[in-house]
């Protein structure tokens, strides 16, 4: 299984000369079963104009599963050529909440967008997820329901037919379940089972501890508490993403740096277009 990050940042797209490193794009992974092009996208932020470039010309045909309907999640929709066309084969999952797309139409629609999501070009399908295992495009997915600040939100766990696997969860709130034992949040139970044993652990790290009450304001977790629940969970990598905005290059590198020396765990930062062969 191949993952390639294609947008890292929360929040809103981050442009300009100190954050071209990193990059600017908001949150999408592109996931590949094998050896072959992405067939699955995680989340569809901004970075999700980075994935036609991964097909080599071809129109996407594939499963989008978006963690929940935050605009850095979902912004980049209209704007994927890959799937914006003819031959184009789309599933877009979303937590379940009532209508798929008249949910997704309340951020996408005159006056706000001058289209519908049903105005995209291509096959495109629109459905809400219930928390539980999927087989989505040959991949095992579990989705699990975890806290964050304004909407019904999932993080996901893939894994192939070899077993490897992938937690992913960008945008996590464990400090509204109250303080934990290590003072850094308590983790949710679902949390915690998605990221069991996990080869890599995708998640979100736009806070510091420094930054803890700002965090808890915004439904999310610090990266002190993701290094603590990797511990936790006997995750074998911590892959941070879901930058801040305004971090640059140098503060992201060293945050990710000062995370890596506090656990004997892995810990790397994502950056737009890095892989990772799992």
Do not use: N
Request: with cysteine; proline share 9%.
């Amino acid at each position: 299984m191949r993952a390639t990050f294609c947008g890292v940042r929360g929040s809103t797209p981050a442009p300009g000369p100190e954050f071209v490193t990193i990059g600017g794009h908001t949150s999408c992974v592109a996931v590949a079963p094998d050896a072959g092009p992405p067939v699955l996208l995680l989340d569809a932020g901004t970075g999700i104009r980075r994935v036609p470039a991964l097909l080599d010309g071809a129109a996407f045909r594939g499963t989008i599963l978006l963690t929940h309907l935050h605009w850095d999640h979902v912004q980049g929709i209209p704007f994927f050529t890959a799937g914006d066309r003819p031959g184009s084969r789309v599933t877009v999952a979303m937590p379940a909440q009532g209508d798929p797309v008249a949910v997704l139409t309340r951020a996408m629609a005159p006056p706000h967008f001058p289209i519908t999501p049903e105005g995209l070009r291509g096959d495109w399908t629109f459905v809400g997820l219930r928390p539980g295992e999927h087989d989505v495009e040959g991949l095992r997915v579990r989705a699990a329901e975890i806290p964050h600040k304004g909407g019904r939100t999932y993080g996901y766990r893939v894994t192939d037919d070899r077993g490897r696997s992938l937690a992913y969860l960008p945008d996590h709130g464990p400090l509204a379940c109250g303080p934990g034992p290590d003072g850094h949040g308590a983790r949710s139970e679902a949390a915690l089972s998605l990221a069991r044993d996990v080869d890599v652990l995708v998640h979100g790290g736009q806070f510091t501890e420094a930054e803890h009450a700002l965090a808890a304001d915004f439904g999310h977790a610090t990266v002190e508490f993701a290094v603590s629940l990797a511990a936790e969970s006997g995750a074998r990598r911590l892959v941070l993403s879901h930058h801040a905005p305004g971090r640059t290059d140098g503060e992201v590198a060293a945050l990710v740096e000062a995370a890596d020396r506090a656990t004997p765990l892995p810990v790397t930062g994502a950056a737009e277009g890095d892989t990772i062969e799992i």
